[in-house]
C-alpha cells in the first residue's frame, strides 16, 4: 500500500490528481486541506483528511509523518511552506516528492508572478530528496489527455494543458514512483 499526502487538495488541478490516484490499486490517500468545507464528498471518500496549514511547520510535519510520497500542490508563500514541507520530509525521513511550479520560472526577466514558484523549484532542487517537479504550462477543463514532456534547459514548447492530461501524469508518477527522480519537467500540450 502506497501512503500518498496530497497537499493543497482543495485545488482545482488536485481534485483531478486525486481522481486520478482513486482507481489505482494499493493507494492510501491522505488529503491536506486549511479547510475541511471546501472538500466535496466525492473527492474525499476513501481518503484520509487532515486540517492544517503548511505555514505552520508542525501542521506539516504530523501529516507527513508516515507517508511515503508527498504531492504538493500550493500557491501563496511558497518559500516558507516549501521549506517546511522539505525539512518534515527530512525529518520524517519521507523522500519522494512530486511538485507543481510553473512555465516560465526560469525567463529572464522572472516576472514577479513566478517567482514564488521559482522559489519552490530551487529549494526542492536542493533538498537531497527525490523529486520530480512540473512545470505546467496554462491549466485548461479540457476533457483530454494529451502532452509531452521538456527537461530543464530546453526550451518549452506546447501550449495550455489540461487538468486531466497533468493528473494523468502525476498519477503515473505516483504509481512507479520511480520515475523521473531528479527531474525538473515542463509539461505542455503536444
Known amino acids: ?9 482543495t485545488g482545482s488541478l488536485a481534485q483531478y490528481v486525486i481522481e486520478a490516484v482513486k482507481p489505482l490499486e494499493n493507494m ?7 479547510n475541511k468545507n471546501r472538500l466535496s464528498r466525492y473527492i474525499s471518500e476513501d481518503c484520509q483528511v487532515i486540517e492544517g496549514d503548511a505555514l505552520r511547520f508542525n501542521d ?21 511552506m516549501t521549506g517546511n514541507i522539505v525539512k518534515a520530509m527530512r525529518e520524517e525521513g519521507v523522500k519522494r ?13 522572472l516576472r514577479p508572478v513566478l517567482e514564488p514558484y521559482r522559489k519552490l523549484a530551487d529549494i526542492i532542487e536542493k533538498s537531497g530528496l527525490d523529486y520530480t517537479i512540473l512545470r505546467p504550462d ?13 527537461y530543464k534547459g530546453t526550451p ?7 487538468r486531466k492530461s497533468i493528473a494523468d501524469f502525476v ?14 519537467l515542463g509539461i505542455s500540450k503536444n
Do not use: C, H
Not at 500500500?1 to 487538495?9: E, S, V, Y
Not at 492510501?28 to 486549511?34: D, G, I, K, N, S
Not at 496554462?138 to 514532456?149: H, V
Open 97 to 109: 516528492v512530486i511538485a507543481i511550479s510553473s512555465i516560465g520560472i526560469y525567463n529572464v526577466p
Open 60 to 80: 506539516i510535519k504530523k501529516a507527513i509523518k508516515g507517508q511515503e510520497i508527498v504531492y504538493i500542490n500550493l500557491d501563496g508563500n511558497l518559500e516558507i
Open 138 to 150: 496554462w491549466f485548461t477543463n479540457n476533457d483530454e489527455i494529451d502532452y509531452e514532456i521538456t
Open 1 to 9: 500500500m502506497k501512503k500518498i499526502l496530497i497537499i493543497g487538495a
Open 156 to 162: 518549452e514548447k506546447g501550449s495550455a494543458i489540461s
Open 171 to 184: 498519477s503515473k508518477l505516483m504509481n512507479y514512483p520511480n520515475l523521473y527522480i531528479n527531474q525538473n
Open 28 to 34: 492510501q490517500l491522505t488529503l491536506f486541506v486549511r
